[in-house]
């Protein structure tokens, strides 16, 4: 059981916008900023799409975008297209015990 | 760029130590606030972070694997590596080596880059 709680799956038509959850507790999430996204295509190494919460990397498109309430972090693609179909993870800083916590990961569909 | 490279056997034995090595090219290993990491796949489930160690040699471990996982640095061959001991089959995976970014004040940050990955089997 992962420590940060994702969807398994969601899905979207091309076009539309979708958004995965990332719920975590006052330990983790609820206490940082320090949040990120990774995409994984089947056969490859993650792909750091967001970090601290909501910052997008160089070169990463803008149709990935991010936000943070509480203890629940979110990741949306928008205008998604087929080569989005990928797993995505979320991570976070558990504090000085714990350290680093991953979702369970979500697998996104393009319908 | 910075590009990592895992490398090590893809079968260990029950019982046995697991002992991987990841290379590090176009940066070098020593930078100040470098720190290096570990983080393992499962066939067909999620990731797990491992470890974290600086460059200081100062390591970071899971609390679920503190008891079995060592990490070490060897800059002078730009490396850094994992052992994990005692491995059962729970232990199959694939493991990623990555660089996570630290706070000014410690806090473990994003991981970027990623080496490809190398499975790992554990059976006799």
């Known amino acids: 059981q992962s420590a940060l709680t994702q969807p398994a799956s969601v899905s979207g038509s091309p076009g539309q916008s979708i958004t995965i959850s990332c719920t975590g507790t006052?330990?983790?999430?609820?206490?940082?900023?320090?949040v990120s996204w990774y995409q994984q295509h089947p056969g490859k190494a993650p792909k750091l799409i967001i970090y601290?919460?909501?910052q997008r990397p160089s070169g990463v498109s803008d149709r990935f975008s991010a936000s943070k309430s509480g203890n629940t972090a979110s990741l949306t693609i928008s205008r998604v297209r087929a080569d989005d179909e990928a797993d995505y993870y979320c991570?976070?800083?558990?504090?000085?015990?714990?350290?680093?916590?991953f979702g369970g990961g979500t697998k996104v569909t393009v319908l | 760029q910075l590009q990592l490279q895992e490398s090590g056997p893809g079968l260990v034995k029950p019982s046995e130590t697991l002992s991987l090595t990841c290379t590090v090219s176009?940066?070098?290993?020593?930078?100040?606030?470098?720190?290096w990491g570990w983080i393992r796949q499962p066939p067909g489930k999620g990731l797990e972070w491992i470890g974290n160690?600086?460059?200081?040699?100062?390591?970071y471990y899971n609390p679920s694997l503190k008891s079995r996982v060592t990490l070490s640095l060897d800059t002078s061959k730009s490396q850094f590596s994992l052992n994990l001991s005692s491995v059962t089959a729970a232990d199959t995976a694939v493991y990623y080596c990555?660089?996570?970014?630290?706070?000014?004040?410690?806090?473990?940050?994003?991981?970027?880059?990623w080496g490809q990955g190398t499975l790992v089997t554990v059976s006799s």
């Open positions: 990555a660089r996570p970014s630290v706070t000014v004040i410690g806090e473990w940050d994003w991981f970027d880059p």
């Open positions: 176009g940066g070098s290993i020593t930078r100040d606030s470098y720190s």
């Open positions: 160690i600086y460059n200081s040699g100062s390591a």
């Open positions: 006052s330990s983790d999430v609820g206490s940082y900023n320090l």
């Open positions: 601290e919460a909501t």
């Open positions: 991570s976070s800083y558990a504090g000085s015990t714990t350290h680093v916590v």
